[in-house]
């Protein structure tokens, strides 16, 4: 038997969720895996949080991606101070907000200039901006913010060379993901959304002109059967991947060694067997994921998950730290463990939308935390973890900071 659930009040989010979203969700879990809740910035959305629901619902065609449609439901879900002008923007025609068969258009296009040889020849490189990292940090020690000294320059000078972004540009690129991503005022929202526009439109235009041996001057060639992408298409598919290519390995970089440095048997464990290295890293993309809820859908007829049928022309979150931490997947899903077999996480999302940066976030993060143990055998936390300050986004989940004496 289904059940549609419309009368509840929906469950707002707050700050505390943003510190640990799956004390929310272990009780969600049992008592409501699918309901509705008010999201930043004032939209009441439908929530997934089981993994037996979350897994088919990410690979569900009726859970649409198509950005065009948004924006006539984001304003009737919406709560009245939402300002409109920020969803309208040239960021968002990208594969992520497309349903087949322009979602398998662009995926194609782009997959010929991103293609996983073209990673693993990069780990040299990675390596290099890893070592030249560590030894900056040594020489700011014994205390440094991780974040900035490493966490966050790694990922951006890999997608900076990768994509052919003057590196001089990261920190502005930094302000401005950090607010559009942010559950902040929409006004701030609306004009990083506009200074990184114009900024990749320039880009374009000068990769257009003047191609280089980069991915995005590929990607501004790549064509298929003649076909070839639009100017807003690139410039979206650039902040796509530019984006999602420092976020993700962000805070992958940052949750997986405050999840270590609280627990000594775990980074004893990887310091002894540095061959675990590979397998930490799933542990730490399960454990404390560094995107919390998978990007929007919206349901383009009425959907059945977990005995709750959602009518047609719903928006819906999908959980991905719910869906990590659901006891009836995972074994002891709330503690750390760098040898347990973690296959068939979802971090990087499931089905046609699963993350195409996924190989590179992987390599980083094996590269980051070796070179990490590897220099610093004494490194510890340099504030209490209770103190530590979490962004407040529903989509990344990540720190402000992480300090850390060595």
Same mark, same amino acid.
């Given at each position: 038997?289904?059940?549609?659930?419309?009368?509840?009040?929906p469950?707002?989010?707050?700050d505390?969720?943003?510190?640990?979203p799956?004390?929310?969700?272990?009780?969600?879990?049992?008592?409501?895996?699918?309901?509705?809740i008010v999201?930043?910035p004032g939209?009441?959305?439908?929530?997934?949080?089981r993994?037996a629901d979350v897994?088919p619902?990410?690979?569900?065609?009726?859970?649409?991606?198509?950005?065009r449609?948004?924006?006539?439901?984001?304003?009737?879900?919406?709560?009245?101070?939402?300002r409109?002008?920020e969803?309208?923007?040239s960021l968002v025609?990208?594969?992520?907000?497309?349903?087949?068969p322009?979602?398998t258009r662009l995926?194609?296009?782009?997959?010929?200039?991103?293609?996983?040889?073209?990673?693993a020849?990069?780990?040299?490189?990675?390596?290099?901006i890893?070592?030249?990292?560590?030894?900056?940090?040594?020489?700011?020690?014994?205390e440094?913010d991780?974040?900035?000294?490493?966490?966050?320059?790694?990922?951006?000078?890999?997608i900076?060379?990768?994509?052919?972004?003057?590196?001089?540009?990261r920190?502005?690129f930094?302000t401005?993901s950090?607010?559009?991503?942010?559950?902040?005022e929409?006004?701030?929202?609306?004009a990083?959304?506009?200074a990184?526009a114009?900024?990749?439109?320039?880009? &374009?235009a000068?990769?257009?002109?003047?191609?280089?041996?980069?991915m995005l001057s590929?990607i501004?060639?790549?064509s298929?059967d003649g076909d070839?992408?639009?100017?807003?298409?690139?410039?979206?598919?650039?902040?796509?991947?530019?984006?999602?290519?420092?976020?993700?390995?962000?805070?992958?970089i940052?949750n997986?060694m405050?999840?270590l440095?609280?627990?000594?048997?775990q980074l004893?464990?990887?310091r002894?067997?540095?061959s675990?290295?590979?397998?930490a &890293?799933?542990?730490f993309?399960r454990?404390?994921?560094p995107?919390n809820l998978a990007t929007?859908?919206?349901?383009?007829a009425p959907?059945?998950?977990?005995?709750?049928?959602?009518?047609e022309g719903?928006?819906?979150?999908?959980?991905l730290?719910?869906?990590?931490?659901?006891p009836?997947?995972?074994?002891?899903?709330?503690?750390?463990d760098?040898?347990?077999?973690?296959?068939?996480h979802v971090?990087?999302?499931?089905?046609?939308?699963?993350?195409l940066?996924?190989p590179?976030?992987r390599?980083?993060?094996?590269?980051?935390?070796?070179?990490?143990?590897?220099?610093?055998p004494d490194?510890?936390?340099a504030?209490?973890?209770a103190?530590?300050?979490w962004r407040?986004?529903s989509?990344i989940?990540?720190?402000?900071r992480?300090?850390v004496?060595?």
């Open positions: 038997m289904t059940r549609t659930v419309g009368n509840t009040d469950i707002p989010l707050d505390d969720f943003f510190a640990d799956d004390a929310l969700y272990r009780r969600l879990r049992v008592e409501a895996p699918v309901t509705r999201a930043p939209l009441v959305v439908w929530l997934v949080t993994y897994r619902a990410l690979n569900d065609a009726r859970l649409a991606k198509n950005g449609r948004f924006q006539d439901l984001i304003g009737r879900h919406a709560a009245p101070t939402v409109m002008a969803f309208a923007n025609e990208h594969m992520l907000n497309s349903d087949p322009d979602h995926r194609k296009l782009v997959n010929r200039a991103f293609t996983v040889r073209a990673i020849q990069m780990r040299p490189r990675i390596t290099e890893a070592t030249e990292l560590a030894d900056s940090m040594t020489a700011h020690g014994p440094v991780l974040l900035d000294e490493f966490a966050f320059p790694l990922p951006m000078t890999v900076c060379e990768l994509l052919g972004v003057p590196q001089d540009r920190d502005e930094r401005w950090n607010t559009l991503l942010s559950a902040g929409p006004e701030e929202r609306s990083a959304a506009q990184m114009q900024f990749l439109a320039e880009l &374009v000068q990769k257009t002109a003047q191609p280089g041996e980069d590929a501004v060639a790549a298929e070839r992408l639009s100017h807003i298409e690139v410039i979206s598919m650039a902040f796509l991947l530019l984006v999602a290519g420092h976020e993700t390995t962000v805070n992958l940052g997986g405050l999840a440095l609280r627990r000594p048997d004893a464990a990887l002894a067997d540095p675990l290295v590979p397998n &890293v799933e542990e993309l454990f404390d994921g995107v929007m859908r919206h349901t383009s959907v059945e998950i977990g005995g709750v049928t959602i009518p719903e928006l819906v979150l999908v959980s730290i719910g869906a990590n931490r659901d009836g997947r995972f074994e002891r899903p709330d503690e750390l760098v040898t347990r077999d973690t296959s068939g971090a990087f999302g499931y089905g046609i939308h699963h993350c940066g996924a590179l976030a390599l980083e993060g094996e590269i980051a935390f070796r070179t990490l143990l590897d220099r610093f490194i510890e936390l504030a209490e973890p103190s530590l300050a407040e986004s989509l989940h990540g720190l402000h992480l300090p004496r060595f």
